[in-house]
């Protein structure tokens, strides 16, 4: 800052990319660097070049997108004038590429084209947007029909490139690793499903897990009678279930560091049009019970960054009854909790703001969904909870 207006440079990072911007006296000035990893609706490993000049808040120059292995998808040139700019060009350039997966959208409508020709109805789509989780709902499904269908495109589809974080730190390739999609150990591809399971776990045609293989993962049958919900996503590692009756399923997706859980309520399936809400289950083991559920290995953050693993007592609102010990490896005291962690160092400015943030929460939310807005109810002086590091 310089006489209170923004000055110099900032940097900020999220998980996609991080921007270099320039400031003079609080307005845009200088050379703005971007970089990114989307590209055609799906997320591969490209970037985005901006070599944007800033004169007064005003842009001129070019703005380049990369694609992994260097080549130039997309262009815009900005011309200033005077004390405005135009964009004086803008080019799309597409490349026929190979990716780890299909695009989500293509994945959605291949799925749904197969479970059509392999029941006798029409199959209906439904969407989570905050589970990120794709369902089918039809009728009089064969099963090993759906296995035939999904094993013949395996077989025409097990070769692909990955492009590894090594290759692309902001720049052009120095080269590509050839990968083959295998099979779980224990996969057969000869199986073949009764029809009168309930559930089957199903070999996905083109979903995989990418580690130090790429692994074909698994899709998600369930039956109620004659009706048939197909359950997938292209958002955690793997997925899996973890429950069923005949009122909800519990559906669960592994990520790099935690493990989420939701449920469905199976009336509200049958009943959606278009987009479905689950239940977010925190943790990544719960201990149900009728009216509430304890949560085991909760992965949360600190005010100010940094995650840690909790365990709680909640309803069914997800709103906090008890806020446990649980196994966790770091113990102190509320305030010293509050004082190492939310604010980094003793500071009473900063602890006074924090006391001021909780109660306005907790006066619009006396039983808090928030765990830090839950410390003040905290039985004991000392509370645990587990570091990763530690």
Not at 40 to 61: A, C, D, N, R
Request: charged share 25%; aromatic share 16%.
């Amino acid at each position: 800052f310089k006489d209170g207006l923004l000055h110099g440079e900032m940097k900020f990072q999220r998980y996609s990319g991080w921007t270099i911007v320039n400031y003079q006296k609080g307005i845009l000035h200088g050379s703005i660097r971007k970089y990114k990893g989307w590209h055609k609706g799906y997320e591969v490993p490209s970037y985005l070049y901006s070599e944007l000049h800033f004169e007064g808040g005003v842009p001129s120059g070019i703005q380049t997108w990369y694609d992994p292995s260097g080549k130039i998808i997309e262009t815009a040139f900005y011309q200033r004038r005077d004390s405005s700019s135009t964009r004086m060009s803008h080019e799309k350039i597409f490349h026929k590429e190979d990716v780890a997966v299909i695009p989500s959208g293509q994945y959605i409508n291949m799925i749904q084209k197969y479970l059509e020709e392999c029941s006798n109805s029409e199959v209906k789509i439904l969407f989570d947007q905050d589970a990120r989780v794709d369902m089918f709902v039809g009728n009089q499904l064969d099963p090993n029909c759906l296995q035939q269908q999904f094993s013949d495109y395996r077989k025409n589809a097990t070769h692909f490139k990955i492009y590894t974080r090594d290759n692309f730190p902001w720049g052009k390739f120095t080269g590509e690793r050839d990968e083959r999609r295998v099979y779980p150990d224990d996969y057969d591809e000869n199986i073949s499903f009764s029809k009168d399971e309930s559930y089957i776990s199903i070999l996905a045609p083109d979903k995989v897990a990418c580690g130090e293989i790429c692994e074909f993962t698994y899709d998600h049958l369930i039956f109620f009678e004659d009706t048939f919900i197909y359950l997938t996503d292209s958002y955690g590692e793997y997925s899996y279930i973890t429950e069923i009756d005949k009122d909800s399923i519990q559906y669960a997706m592994a990520m790099g560091t935690h493990h989420r859980h939701y449920r469905y309520n199976v009336k509200d399936i049958l009943n959606a049009q278009g987009t479905i809400d689950a239940m977010y289950l925190y943790g990544d083991f719960q201990t149900q019970k009728e009216d509430y559920y304890i949560t085991s290995w909760e992965k949360t953050y600190w005010d100010r960054g940094g995650a840690l693993w909790i365990s709680t007592k909640r309803n069914y609102q997800n709103e906090i009854l008890e806020l446990l010990d649980g196994n966790g490896n770091v113990c102190d005291t509320i305030s010293g909790h509050v004082e190492s962690n939310i604010w980094r160092l003793p500071n009473s400015f900063g602890y006074e703001r924090f006391k001021i943030q909780v109660l306005a929460y907790l006066t619009r939310n006396p039983q808090p969904k928030w765990w830090l807005a839950a410390l003040p109810y905290h039985a004991k002086d000392r509370w645990c909870y587990t570091h990763p590091k530690m």
